[in-house]
């Protein structure tokens, strides 16, 4: 409440006024507890996953499958010198790939059948896509590792352009068969190097899609592919 003090003793009356803020702490406190009471408290959902255990599975012969499975593209790109510590301007992207675990390793079969995995398996390929009519570059790669999965994915595409089944059944019988661990489906390891570009790594995860590839992750360089790829530039130097 407002309260006026009025001067008594001199010529001009002077008012002083005061402002009583008490009744406003509690109509705050009451708004407070209001607003308590009446919000919707937010839970936090967590996702559950099931995962599948591998008690009865032999160590050895899991990583035997996941090596002979596994494709390994590595991007790099050829640049200007560095100005004022910023990358130099890209001249030339380039791709690579192995299949396998890189350095070798005794007892675990390459897509060769040569019972190891030597340092001499990358290969160096281009972002062809198709030409022609036909598939080339790493686009061939990945659809002749995938190829069960691409033919299957290729009918159900015919049907849906037939206007045969609608969007949504072919998106779920995609990710079916996308899935599907009966057919056999590589693992794709994407990596790149400090010189890299950007469209290259984009590039990479496009053919992904393209090529219904389900299971690919990217990862970080390490030693053995640093020196699997400077013995490369070494023994195939670049134009």
Partial sequence: ????????????????IHVDF???????????????????????????????TNDKVDQTEQNKVKQS????????????????????????NYVYYYEGKAGGELG????????FIDNNNLKEIEFLGNANGQTQGIRKILRKRNEKVVEKIDVLKAEWRDKKITDEE???????????????????????????SYETLVNALDEMQINSISKYQIDNMNANDSALLLDYIKAHPRK
């Avoid at 407002?2 to 001009?12: C, H, Y």
């Avoid at 406003?24 to 599948?52: E, G, R, W």
């Avoid at 675990?108 to 019972?115: F, I, Q, T």
Wanted: proline share 5%; glycine share 6%.
């Fill in 22 to 52: 008490t009744p406003m702490v509690d109509m705050n406190m009451l708004l407070i507890t209001f607003f308590m009471l009446c919000t919707t408290m937010i839970k936090s959902q967590t996702l559950q996953i099931s995962l599948p």
């Fill in 108 to 115: 675990v079969e390459d897509a060769d059948g040569n019972g």
């Fill in 170 to 196: 072919y998106q779920a019988e995609a990710r079916k068969i996308r899935n599907d661990s009966t057919l056999k489906r590589p693992t794709v390891i994407i990596k790149a190097t400090p010189n890299a």
């Fill in 69 to 92: 499975e596994a494709i390994t593209i590595i991007v790099d790109s050829e640049r200007d010198e560095a100005i004022d510590g910023k990358p130099g301007t890209v001249k030339k």
């Fill in 1 to 16: 409440m407002a309260q006026v003090n009025e001067g008594g003793n001199s010529r001009q009356k002077k008012m002083q």
